[in-house]
């Protein structure tokens, strides 16, 4: 693939930006400026640096982001930041987009990418994936509560009950809720439905893929082969 394709296809900028990144000598590769932007490269183990920015070619963009608080998983945010002002602008750039959504006051584990068949194959209803989430409750948990959640529990506007797959107290104040939708304030409202409330909310887990212990807050890392493999085989 010619370098300013490259470019192009990894987000920094249209065809015409990217001609000229390459041409002005902004692009080195092995530690050598590359000034032609027809130069074609093998793209399977490319790494390359613009303007001091080091970037291996990814074909897709799979990425996951520890969520802070306070940010909207939207590129259009309405009251807050958004999780794209966590990301290399090159992401926003080749489409990126969130993997469902996440509350804007909920934490935890996020999936990002630019594969549409991917982000439909993990955000439609039919494809059930667990999802993890610690709960921080305002009340002590019961037995009442964690029966409720998984015998299923009544949300204004579905037609059926909605169950956890498992719900279990850790401690007085902090439930463990898996559940295989991704609907609306789907476990705010489960456990308001079921006597409590959730005072803050941890995504732990996808799928069998979970939030790395070493990613901290803000941060982001790709997805390797190994995390895709986990996250489906959850
Ligand atoms: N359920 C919620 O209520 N909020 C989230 O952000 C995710 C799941």
Known sequence: MNLERVLFSQGFG??????????????????????????????????????????????????LLNKPAGYECSRDPQHHLSVFNLLPPQFATRGVQCVGRL????????????????????????????????????????????????????????????????????DTHALELTVLEGKYHQVKRMVAAAGNRVEALHRERIGGLELPANLAEGEWQWLDEAGLAALRAG
């Open 14 to 63: 249209s065809r015409r930006q990217c001609r000229a990144l390459v041409t002005g000598g902004h692009v080195s590769i092995d530690g050598v400026v590359c000034a032609n932007a027809d130069a074609d490269f093998p793209t399977h183990t490319l790494t390359f640096v613009v303007d001091e920015i080091a970037w291996r070619y990814h074909e897709h963009a799979y990425i």
């Open 103 to 170: 509350d804007q006051d909920t934490t935890g584990l996020l999936l990002l990418s630019d594969d549409g068949q991917f982000v439909h194959a993990f955000t439609s209803p039919k494809r059930k994936v667990p999802k993890v989430y610690l709960a921080t409750t305002r009340h002590p948990l019961d037995d009442a509560q964690l029966d409720a959640l998984r015998a299923g529990v009544l949300l204004h506007g579905e037609p059926a009950p909605i169950a956890a797959v498992a719900a279990r107290a850790r």
